[in-house]
């Protein structure tokens, strides 16, 4: 599995976009690139995936370059709440594991 | 709303006591599903893979007789911590790949303190 790296922690304030860049060197034709919200003794939250180019749903987009060795997550004018933990991770469409690094720690200052 | 429901949110009990942990589908059926467990300021630790119908693949390092877990319909997997100890003090999170759609989704979490 393609592993991921993003970095570990990261500022921004009230009413700012917050792009969060992860690598994934290695990710293979048939995967696919998703990322994760989690605040603390909850379960991770589903927020955005794709494939390549761009994806947008209500909540963020996702940016994914052609040659799809990185992938950004854009949030659009961040609040206090979306102060969290954001995971990027490249899933295998055949077995849907999930390998899990270590995040990326937002804090959202007012 | 919620599309896995895991219970219960939190448990505490005794040292040697065994403690039952249920993660349920709720509109779909999950043929696999997933258990992870998660240190304090830590990332998720994938523990095994629940299989329905067939034995759960467990990963390095967990014992497959200290995590029972048991997979036995398309909506349901249970994980049973046995003869619970101070160190299986964690927060346990399960996991359900909803198919066709091609996302995860994960339950709330359960916050197991053994005294």
Same mark, same amino acid.
């Given at each position: ?29 048939? =995967?696919?690139?998703?990322? #994760? ?10 927020? !955005?995936? &794709?494939?390549? %180019? $761009? ?26 709440? =979306?102060?969290?933990?954001? #995971? ?10 999930? !390998?899990? &690094?270590?995040? %990326? $720690? ?5 | ?115």
């Amino acid at each position: 599995l393609a592993k991921t790296t993003q970095p570990i922690s990261m500022d921004s304030y009230e009413g700012q976009e917050v792009n969060i860049t992860c690598s994934h060197n290695n990710i293979a034709t048939n =995967d696919y690139i998703t990322w #994760y919200q989690q605040f603390p003794s909850q379960g991770p939250r589903f927020i !955005i995936q &794709g494939y390549k %180019t $761009k994806v947008t749903n209500e909540v963020a987009s996702l940016f994914i370059p052609a040659d799809r060795k990185s992938s950004t997550l854009s949030l659009p004018r961040v609040s206090l709440s =979306d102060t969290a933990v954001y #995971y990027c991770l490249v899933v295998k469409d055949s077995n849907y594991q999930l !390998i899990w &690094g270590a995040g %990326t $720690k937002l804090i959202i200052k007012p | 709303g919620a599309v896995v429901s895991q219970h219960p949110s939190r448990v505490i009990c005794k040292s040697g006591t065994s403690v039952k942990i249920e993660c349920r589908s709720l509109d779909f059926q999950a043929t696999t599903m997933f258990w992870y467990r998660q240190f304090p300021k830590k990332s998720l630790m994938l523990m095994a893979t629940s299989n329905e119908g067939s034995k759960a693949t467990y990963e390095q390092g967990v014992e497959k007789d200290k995590f029972l877990i048991n997979h036995a319909s398309l909506t349901l997997s249970t994980l049973t911590v046995t003869s619970a100890h101070p160190e299986d003090s964690s927060f346990y999170i399960c996991s359900a790949p909803r198919e066709g759609v091609g996302i995860q989704y994960f339950g709330a979490g359960t916050r197991l303190s053994v005294l």
